[in-house]
């Protein structure tokens, strides 16, 4: 049995690496010359470039290179650049009381696009990308507010939060837990919740929701009002409209009467430059819900 050869007559004596598979050999023949050459040049040029730029890793950094290049400075130094060149126009809006930041386009574009900016960085967390919000998050795009839609409500609602411990001046209002302190009893929740969702024109008037008139008066008008419109002074918010925090059927109603909800926002003004707030409140008051 003979093997197959699959060489050309002048290739009979060229060497081989001994490697063969089905019949094929492996040639033992020189790299091409351009080839060769073309990697020489790579490894002089990747000796030059470790010379003369940041290239070998070190505990803290890396070499620096006789050219003393580094991104982390050429980043600084164009930064330094953009915040020169904006300098005047943040310094106007530091001056501009926030109310009158409207007035002026100039401006009011400045603080929407910066306030876009930090909304996505500080906010979308808890209200969303689109501010849309998610249950125990408000939607800031409606005109539905707990504690004032206009650019004062807005702008006094960021620098010092809600419920913030840390902060003397932020929004408190608290909400007795009627079912969780012994106040009422679950039958009596039932009966409050029935009477919430008449109101809220949810569902029909039963006798459940009769019983709970009275007791919605004795219990919670002092905060919401006796109508269960909500009173901003007191934080509480407005009971006969479709938009819910915590959510507007029965069974979640029942949870807030019975457990209370104690939402919390930080105080941005101890985080955030004064600046950096406003546009916070400009871009929320403009996303349409503002009043």
């Not at 050869?5 to 023949?29: A, L, S």
């Not at 940041?54 to 505990?59: C, E, N, Q």
């Not at 109310?99 to 910066?114: D, K, S, W, Y």
Request: net charge negative; aromatic share 8%.
């Amino acid at each position: 049995m003979s093997s197959y050869n699959n060489t050309k007559p002048e290739e009979q004596d060229v060497p081989t690496t001994g490697h063969e598979w089905d019949g094929i050999t492996e040639f033992d023949k020189p790299l091409p010359r351009w080839w060769l050459y073309l990697l020489f040049a790579t490894m002089i040029w990747a000796v030059g470039y470790m010379i003369v730029y940041p290239a070998i890793p070190l505990v803290s950094g890396a070499t620096r290179g006789t050219f003393g290049w580094g991104s982390r400075e050429q980043l600084a130094a164009e930064m330094k650049a953009v915040e020169a060149g904006r300098a005047d126009i943040i310094a106007k809006i530091n001056a501009t009381p926030v109310e009158q930041i409207p007035q002026n386009p100039q401006l009011m574009t400045f603080a929407v696009e910066g306030g876009r900016s930090a909304f996505k960085v500080y906010c979308a967390q808890c209200h969303g990308s689109g501010a849309a919000g998610s249950p125990g998050f408000p939607n800031l795009n409606d005109d539905d507010w707990i504690w004032g839609g206009d650019l004062p409500a807005i702008h006094q609602t960021i620098r010092h939060g809600i419920r913030d411990v840390a902060d003397e001046d932020t929004r408190q209002s608290i909400m007795p837990a009627f079912g969780k302190d012994g106040m009422l009893t679950p039958a009596e929740i039932r009966d409050v919740a029935a009477f919430v969702r008449v109101i809220s024109k949810q569902d029909q008037p039963s006798k459940a929701s009769q019983r709970g008139a009275p007791l919605f008066a004795d219990n919670c008008a002092s905060c919401h009002g006796e109508a269960g419109t909500g009173i901003r002074e007191m934080g509480a918010p407005n009971l006969t409209d479709a938009i819910w925090l915590f959510g507007g059927d029965t069974d979640s109603i029942i949870q807030t009467v019975t457990n209370s909800r104690f939402g919390v926002m930080p105080a941005w003004q101890q985080r955030l430059e004064p600046v950096t707030v406003k546009q916070l409140a400009v871009y929320v008051h403009s996303l349409g819900g503002g009043e």
